[in-house]
C-alpha cells in the first residue's frame, strides 16, 4: 500500500530508525527499495514511493537492497490499525502458515472464504496474502545467508521454500543473481554449526529490555529456563524436535542475538518467529507511548518508563499450567512447583549447552499420562491442569493465534477452576494480543487506583476502555511501576 510521503519525510531525512520496518523506501532511479535508515545518500523526494510493507514494494517491482538489508529490519508489526481478521493472518503467516498451505487453507483457520480474505489484503495491506508469504520466505533465506554458514539447500528449506530449484529460481528473478553469489559478496560467519546457529533480530527503539528480562527472572522455570544479565535461555520442543535457546541483548545495539541450537533446521523460522513474538520485537514503543500519554493517569508512568513491551510465552500451554498453579500461590511458590511438575513429567534435555537446562517442558498428552500427586499442588488444581491439557490436545483450546482472546477466555472459563483472571492472564501471556486485560488482577486494581484506593473490576474495565486498543501494554506499566514502588 503506497504511503504519503510528506507524513514520512523528517523520518526518512534523519534515518529515524522508530520508522525501521514500517516504512519501505522504492527508488524509482535504482529500482531498489530500502529501509529508511539505509546508509546510501538520500534520493530526492519526487524520486522515491514509499510503501507499508516490504511485500507491497516488491509486488510493485523494486528489489531489495543489498546495503541496508530489509530482510533485517524489525518487521512489520501484526496490529498495525488493520482488521482483526489481517492481524490475525498476519500472525499466522509469520509463523510459517502458508509454507505448505494455501490461501484457502489460511482462510479457513480465520473462518472466513479465500476471496474475502485477499479482498481485506488488498484493502488494508495492498497485497494478497501469497505476496506476504513469498516476502518472508525471502527475507528469511537472505538472512541466513548473510549471517550463517548453513549450506545453501539448508536454508531454502528452512525459510520455507519447496525446492531448491524454487529457491534458486527466485533469488536470480529478485536479486539478478544466484544466492551463492550473494553469499560470497557477504561476510557470512566461518565458524561450524556445532556452535549454534546466530541470527541477529532488530526491533525498534525505544526498548525496556532490561525490565522485560526482570519480569521473566522472577518467573523463570528451574531446569527449562534461566535469566542471568543481558540473556535468557531455554529449552524446547517444537515439530518433534527439541533443543535450545540463547537471547542475548546487545548494549548500544537495537538488536538481539539469537543463538539456536536444534537438529532440524526446517525449524529455524518457526523459532526465530517465536522469540520474535516472546519479547515483543515488532512493536512500535514510539506509536504506542504517543496514544497512553494521552491518558491523565497514564502519561507520568510512560515518561518514566518507556519501550515496555509484553512478554508472550514460548508455549501457551506452559504459561496456563503456570497461571493455574499460581492461584493464590507466591511467585516464587508456583516457579517451585511448577519446575517439580517439569522434571516429573516432562522429558529430560541431555545435549545442552547451558549447564542449568535439564527439562523440556510436558506436552499436554504427558501431563494426562502422568500423576501429579505429591507435588505439593492440591487436587483441585490438578484437575484443573489436566482438564486444560485435555482441552488443548483436542484442539478445543488453541494459541496458534486463529483464536480470539474473547473466544478464548470464553472457553477456558468452562474448565472448572479456571476463572475470568486466570484466562484473562493466559491470554495476555499466550494469543499475543495487545488488548488482553485481567481486569480483576489484584495489583492493577491497586496500581490503576488514586489515593491509596483500590478498583472494583468493574470500574477498571470501565476505566480501561479508554486504554483500548492497547491495555496489555497498560498491564505491564502499572506491573512494572507498582513493583517498583513496592521496593521503595
Known sequence: MLLNPDDYEQARQSRDPHF???????????????????????????????????AAAAEAGFRPCLRCRPESSP????????????????????????????????????????????????QHLGVTPIAVANTQRLHFAKKLIDETPMPMAQICFAAGFSSVRRFNAVFQQTYKRPPLALRKQGTAPTTDLSGGIQIRLSYRPPFDWQAMLAYLNTRCIPGVEKVSDNCYYRSFTLDDDSGEIKVEFLEGTNAALLTIFCTQTRDLYKIAERVRVMFDLKAVS??????????????????????????????????????????????????????????????????????????????????????????????????????????????????????????????????????????????????????????????????????????????????????????????????????LREKK
Open 20 to 54: 525501521d520496518g514500517r516504512v519501505f523506501v522504492g527508488v524509482l532511479t535504482t529500482g531498489i527499495y530500502c529501509r529508511p535508515i539505509c546508509p546510501v545518500r538520500i534520493p530526492k523526494k519526487e524520486n522515491v514511493r514509499l510503501y507499508s510493507t516490504a
Open 286 to 483: 514510539t506509536d504506542i507511548e504517543a496514544f497512553l500519554r494521552t491518558d491523565p493517569l497514564l502519561q507520568p508512568l510512560v515518561d518514566k518508563h518507556p519501550g515496555i513491551r509484553v512478554p508472550v510465552a514460548w508455549d501457551g500451554f506452559e504459561v496456563g499450567v503456570r497461571a493455574i498453579v499460581g492461584q493464590q500461590v507466591s511467585v516464587k511458590g508456583a516457579t517451585t512447583l511448577v519446575s517439580r511438575l517439569a522434571q516429573r513429567c516432562g522429558s529430560a534435555y541431555t545435549n545442552r549447552h547451558c549447564a542449568d537446562l535439564q527439562y523440556i517442558f510436558p506436552t499436554p498428552k504427558q501431563i494426562l499420562a502422568s500423576s501429579l500427586d505429591g507435588l505439593g499442588i492440591t487436587s483441585r488444581r490438578i484437575a484443573s491442569i489436566k482438564a486444560m491439557a485435555q482441552c488443548v490436545a483436542t484442539g478445543q483450546l488453541l494459541f496458534d493465534g486463529t483464536m480470539s482472546s474473547n473466544e478464548f477466555v470464553k472457553r477456558s472459563t468452562k474448565i472448572p477452576g479456571i476463572g475470568p483472571w486466570t484466562a484473562q492472564y493466559i491470554a495476555l501471556r499466550a494469543l499475543n494480543d495487545p488488548d488482553a486485560f485481567p481486569h480483576a488482577d489484584l495489583i492493577l486494581l491497586r496500581a490503576a487506583a488514586v489515593e491509596e484506593e483500590t478498583l472494583t473490576p468493574k470500574k477498571l474495565l470501565e476505566l480501561s476502555q479508554r486504554w483500548r486498543p492497547w491495555r496489555s501494554y497498560v498491564v505491564m506499566l502499572l506491573w512494572r511501576d507498582y513493583a
Open 75 to 122: 518487521g512489520t508489526p501484526a496490529w498495525m490499525g488493520s482488521s482483526h481478521t489481517v492481524s490475525r493472518a498476519l500472525q499466522l503467516i509469520a509463523r510459517g502458515a502458508m509454507h505448505n498451505g494455501s490461501v484457502t487453507q489460511l482462510a479457513q483457520q480465520l473462518g472466513i472464504g479465500a476471496r474475502q480474505l485477499s479482498r481485506l489484503f488488498q
